[in-house]
């Protein structure tokens, strides 16, 4: 018996059996029992469980009309937005393959999504559209896109009858103007209105796909090459949909905001495909807002919450936060980063909500592992969750180590993908057999407790060797977080030429607190709140500390930084 097993919900199997249909049986079920149901709000205005469907299976004629077929990879390349939702499952319905690109991405780093999947149909918003049609003409002609569908954000929403709290200042520019389609070298480009307003009696085929079958292409990025592909099948998102909405008390009574972007691999398992195998409500934000966010709670009595733990601390920091209601939540968790302990400990003192930290990865379909909602550990990522096996190995040598001992996390499960797209050396390198089982190398470092529990440690090439002493970054952060006027910190390596590494912490203060405590003040409170080795021996104040469009700190940025500034600080000067 594992040593989670007391503290396993009760109410809940260790293992489930998920459906063995389609991920597209899901809406076509939903949209059957709740009809008039709202499956999704977006600006102020609702879509039925009908509505959805209907819009999902149009635009499937559409993209049938222009070529796709089973198997064919498509991208998708957009914020989060009811095209999103609508276009994804329209892709399912082809028994197709979604490829979901971070919006963030540019012309040049878009190229890759196109070739690597050989990508002939993208469809996108028409912001980033030039982007797409910049990539695929850079291309030789027999590797460029075909068709480019585009689509205005105000395509499914009148402006007019939008509210300021829906609709704040900052997104106007970007939501509301109606940009021309991109003029392409060679491929079409298609308006989104007019494939959905077009006639067409064509019937669609009948679904095929089943468990084995390709259905999303996320890419991951590693800390070398190219991003690559993880073949995710029907079954494996299938199984994290159903657990992840059992795990969460579950029923098509939730109202959940959907803030945390659907391209990435948490926002679309378990919030777009959870929602909607449960005939749940998806109140959609395009991007993070602390004010929209604090609104919508409120209005739309949102009970469930996925996200990062910097957006709660965002909000938690808003000047307007006395006028938002968040009584309505009943649960609320995350991943990506680790919840600060004063943070979540004033989640549960002022509204009685413990923050349940979860864990995984595009190649385990989102969560791996979670902490028991009625018993999460803070600044944990939890037990392994439903059918999951995981452990706790010898980086070198994969033997298991003993609880308290940090060593690499492993995982097996059926969330687990098939490997990487046209990689079969890196697919080789990531798994490993035992007891008759298939583990996949996360490649993050961590440990157990006695109870079973996981704590991370850190990725394995993040660590700082200060003389001989290893600090990992995610433990100094955590600590820093308790100075009352910290908001945000990210710890890096700086090179020192005493202990050949030190630590430099990258540090955003609350606003009340700018101007008021210097970065020497910060130095002193951690030199009396940490280990000596451990403390950060130069500290910057920034604005705001770059993220990724998932929302996590983009911690390698900030150190490829400081190792340039420093190597530009001891280059020669020219005389």
């Keep these: 018996m594992p040593a989670h097993a007391a503290v396993w919900p009760a109410r809940l199997p260790a293992k489930i059996t998920p459906p063995a249909t389609s991920l597209w049986m899901n809406l076509a079920i939903s949209a059957l029992r709740y009809p008039d149901k709202a499956a999704l709000v977006f600006m102020g205005r609702a879509w039925t469980f009908q509505d959805l469907l209907s819009s999902a299976e149009q635009m499937a004629r559409q993209l049938a009309a222009i070529g796709v077929k089973p198997g064919d990879r498509v991208v998708l390349d957009m914020q989060n937005c009811p095209q999103l939702v609508i276009t994804h499952f329209a892709i399912l319905r082809l028994d197709a393959v979604v490829v979901p690109v971070n919006p963030m991405n540019r012309a040049e780093e878009l190229k890759h999504y196109i070739t690597d999947p050989d990508t002939r149909v993208a469809v996108t918003t028409a912001d980033l559209a030039p982007d797409l049609a910049q990539a695929s003409d850079a291309l030789p002609p027999e590797q460029r896109l075909q068709h480019l569908v585009v689509t ?32 392409m070298v060679s491929g079409q480009a298609h308006a989104w209105r007019e494939l959905m307003s077009a006639r067409t009696t064509a019937d669609l085929p ?27 099948t029907h079954g494996t998102l299938m199984h994290n949909a159903m ?36 005939g749940a409500s998806l109140v959609i934000m395009p991007r993070w807002d ?12 949102v009970t469930h919450w996925t996200n990062i733990p ?40 002022q509204f009685g909500l413990r923050y349940v930290e979860g864990y995984g990865l595009t190649e385990t379909a989102a969560p791996s592992h979670t902490n028991p909602p009625d018993a999460p550990k803070k600044q944990c990522l939890g037990i392994p969750f439903m059918s999951v096996s995981s452990h706790i190995v010898d980086p070198e040598t994969l033997a298991e180590l003993s609880p308290g001992e940090s060593g690499e996390i492993v995982i097996s499960g059926p969330q687990v ?76 390596a700086t090179r020192d030429a005493y202990r050949g590494e030190s630590v430099k912490a990258v540090v955003v203060l609350r606003q009340d607190h700018k101007g008021k405590v210097t970065e020497q003040d910060i ?8 280990a000596v080795y451990k403390m950060p021996r130069a500290v910057s104040f920034v604005d705001a500390l770059p993220k990724s469009g998932s929302g996590k700190v983009m911690w390698r940025a900030l150190q490829e930084a400081e190792m340039a500034a420093l190597d530009t600080e001891t280059k020669p000067q020219p005389q």
């Design 152 to 183: 205005q954000f105000t395509d499914v929403f009148d402006p007019d009858a939008v509210g300021p709290e829906d609709l704040p200042e900052a997104w106007r520019s970007w939501l509301l103007p109606v940009r021309a389609l991109p003029v």
């Design 206 to 232: 009948e679904v095929k796909a089943g468990p084995d079958d390709l259905a999303v292409l996320p890419y991951t990025s590693g800390t070398t090459g190219l991003p690559k592909g993880c073949m995710h």
């Design 243 to 278: 657990a992840s909405g059992l795990w969460g008390n579950g029923t098509p009574e939730n109202v959940t905001l959907c803030v945390v972007p659907m391209f990435h691999i948490t926002g679309m398992v378990s919030v777009m495909h959870t929602s909607i195998l449960l």
């Design 290 to 301: 602390r004010d929209v966010a604090g609104h919508l709670i409120s209005k739309w009595r």
């Design 310 to 349: 910097t957006m709660v601390i965002d909000l938690l920091g808003s000047p307007h936060m006395d006028s938002y209601n968040l009584n309505s939540l009943v649960y609320i968790g995350g991943g990506g980063a680790a919840m600060p302990e004063a943070v979540a400990q004033r989640l549960l003192d």
């Design 417 to 492: 993908f098939k490997g990487y797209w046209k990689r079969p050396e890196a697919t080789a390198a990531a798994f490993f057999e035992r007891d008759g089982k298939s583990f996949f190398r996360s490649g993050d470092m961590g440990r157990v407790d006695e109870e079973g529990y996981f704590f991370m440690t850190d990725r394995l090439k993040r660590m700082i060797n200060a003389s001989g002493f290893k600090v990992w970054p995610a433990e100094v952060e955590a600590l820093m977080f308790r100075h009352p006027a910290i908001q945000e910190a990210c710890i890096i």
């Design 523 to 530: 130095i002193d409170w951690c030199r009396e709140n940490m």
